[in-house]
């Protein structure tokens, strides 16, 4: 049974403006940011939002998370309809904004989440284990304790990460924790997210740029454009969509070589920069290769599936 | 309502931690409230050597109004005022207000008390300690039942101060950003130091009715100095209970109708 279920969720923005040769009359002008969504998402599912800037994802994750109020449409997360904002839903629901800090900037980390700990009503055995967890997983030894000034990017979004999960909430929504962060801390993040979905069974919906995100924690995407839903289906199925060839990329070390890759029988390559590139079908790939492999030094050659964000760009493309 | 305690307790616990790390603020935060106290009992002084009475108040019945007054209002300012003023300022507009909605707590509270200020707290002292001196010197006999009307009077008045603040606050929602519209409440808090009776008809309906902040001071003062009128204590009471529902009323409107900022 899904545990998120949204039928026809729509949300428009009013924007009004004044005009001073229409003195007596406001301008409306009416934005569509989410547009007749349905969407279903089973327990312990991590589902991947894509969709260019302005696509509606984070206002779609607000509408679930009972932070905004749709235009129109229905929802049920848990069970109960997000924006009534009923109190058994909210303890277990959790929305982490990359963004926005909720932790007191003046503070040192472990003043604020004593206070998350009673909002949530947490008892102290749970909240002992949690922040235990969370400081191993999340390597926070050291840094709860200082203020949220003095902390780095990263430091930062682990503790709010620490703040949003002490509750053990059975839906998370996040919306783009990995922004601005460098490799390692967008790394223990998602390796945070990986556990935390795997041991718990933690709901989660995430939205992220960056295509690394989506690539390790996402089986499913759903893909916004426009405020509509454009996509909704795992994540290789959309490379099998969309790109259904695949690449085989030659390093050509001299003019010998790049005089063999222009006599290869294939219609569809191109050189670039000292790489000859291939794209072949599937039921070609076999012929392909063993023409490649009787011209080529084994250790020159690479096949590899399309880039996942190659395809996502062309799909947005298209769209627009 | 243990658990609003509660987190009342680690809030201002976290307040005082925030406040601590600023050298001198104590000390300055003192100085300038005894300064505020010196300069307002000269303005009074000076007035009053003019004058007997003011409305029918003496001297140091109208010294108790400022004094009650001042009480309110710096308790406010020790508790909620900064909250909502970051709320007409900051929340809306940066979508802070989002990580409120999605707490299992009743948000009008939460924003209200999410900003204390405990050295204000420090200033309840001084002008309660101000107004207990000018009970004791206007020479009018004050009896058990007048001080426990007062109390129960001056609890009333906190609260519909309160809601007068809120009522400034929620045209944030639609808004976005209401600017300077906080600072009303604070500054018709000023009528709060005067006897009704100084005020023109008009002013007085709108200040006793409309937006009741002088019903706030005048009525628990007028309990303590005078015998208790029933009918002005019910209309406290009723008033309050009026506003409370428009209060609620239009903060859930204001929820509704948030629309958040982008990320």
């Known amino acids: 049974m899904p545990i998120i279920e949204a039928h026809k969720i729509s949300r428009e923005y009013v924007k009004t403006s004044y005009n001073i040769r229409r003195p007596f009359s406001l301008a409306r002008e009416v934005k569509v940011g989410v547009n007749e969504i349905d969407l279903e998402i089973n327990e312990g599912e991590f589902v991947g939002f894509l969709g260019p800037n302005g696509a509606g994802k984070t206002t779609f994750l607000k509408i679930l998370s009972g932070i905004m109020h749709p235009t129109s449409g229905t929802a049920k997360v848990l069970g109960y309809v997000p924006w009534e904002r009923d109190y058994e839903y909210l303890e277990q629901m959790s929305i982490v904004m990359g963004q926005k800090f909720q932790l007191w900037w003046d503070l040192p980390a472990i003043d604020s989440l004593k206070l998350i700990k009673e909002i949530y009503k947490i008892s102290d055995r749970n909240y002992k284990k949690n922040l235990e967890m969370m400081t191993e997983i999340l390597s926070l030894r050291g840094i709860l304790t200082k203020r949220l000034r003095n902390m780095s990017l990263g430091e930062r979004m682990k503790c709010e990460l620490a703040a949003c999960f002490l509750h053990d909430p059975k839906v998370v929504f996040l919306d783009e924790p990995t922004i601005g962060l460098d490799i390692v801390s967008s790394r223990s993040i998602r390796n945070f997210l990986k556990e935390t979905n795997r041991k718990k069974k933690t709901t989660f919906v995430l939205t992220s740029h960056y295509i690394g995100d989506i690539e390790e924690l996402c089986k499913r995407i759903v893909i916004i454009s426009d405020g509509k839903k454009i996509y909704d289906d795992e994540l290789e199925k959309l490379k099998l969509k969309y790109a259904p060839k695949k690449k085989i990329e030659i390093s050509l070390q001299n003019l010998e070589d790049k005089k063999k890759f222009a006599h290869l029988k294939t219609k569809s390559k191109k050189i670039a920069e000292n790489r000859g590139i291939i794209e072949a079908k599937p039921e070609d790939i076999g012929e392909i290769s063993k023409e490649v492999f009787d011209n080529f030094d084994i250790e020159n050659i690479t096949i590899k599936d399309a880039e996942t964000e190659e395809i996502i760009r062309n799909i947005f493309e298209e769209e627009s | ?263």
Request: include cysteine; charge should be positive.
């Open chain 2, 1 to 263: 309502m243990k658990r609003y305690l509660k987190i009342l307790s680690i809030l201002m616990r976290n307040a005082v931690i925030r406040d601590s790390k600023i050298p001198g603020f104590v000390a300055v935060s003192i100085l300038q409230e005894l300064i505020s106290i010196v300069v307002n009992i000269v303005f009074f002084d000076v007035i009053f050597s003019n004058i007997d009475s003011l409305a029918g108040w003496s001297f140091y019945q109208v010294l108790f109004l400022y004094a009650f007054s001042k009480t309110v209002a710096s308790l406010s300012y020790a508790f909620t005022r900064y909250g909502l003023k970051d709320m007409g300022a900051n929340m809306v507009k940066r979508g802070e207000f989002d990580f409120y909605l999605a707490k299992p707590i009743d948000t009008m509270w939460l924003v209200s008390f999410s900003r204390p200020k405990p050295t204000k707290l420090i200033a309840v002292l001084f002008y309660a300690a101000l107004g207990v001196f000018c009970v004791f010197k206007a020479g009018i006999p004050v009896g058990i039942d007048n001080i426990l009307w007062f109390a129960l009077l001056f609890l009333v008045a906190l609260i519909l101060f309160y809601f007068l603040e809120i009522i400034t606050i929620v045209p944030a929602f639609k808004l976005i950003r209401v600017w300077s519209l906080p600072n009303i409440t604070p500054r018709l808090s000023e009528f709060m130091r005067y006897p009704i009776g100084i005020f023109s008809l008009p002013l007085q309906a709108i200040l006793y009715v409309v937006f009741p902040i002088i019903a706030a001071s005048y009525i628990p003062s007028s309990a303590l100095f005078y015998p208790p009128k029933l009918i002005s204590s019910v209309y406290l009471v009723l008033i309050t209970a009026v506003f409370f529902i428009i209060v609620r009323g239009s903060w859930r409107w204001g929820e509704r109708n948030y629309s958040s900022a982008s990320s």
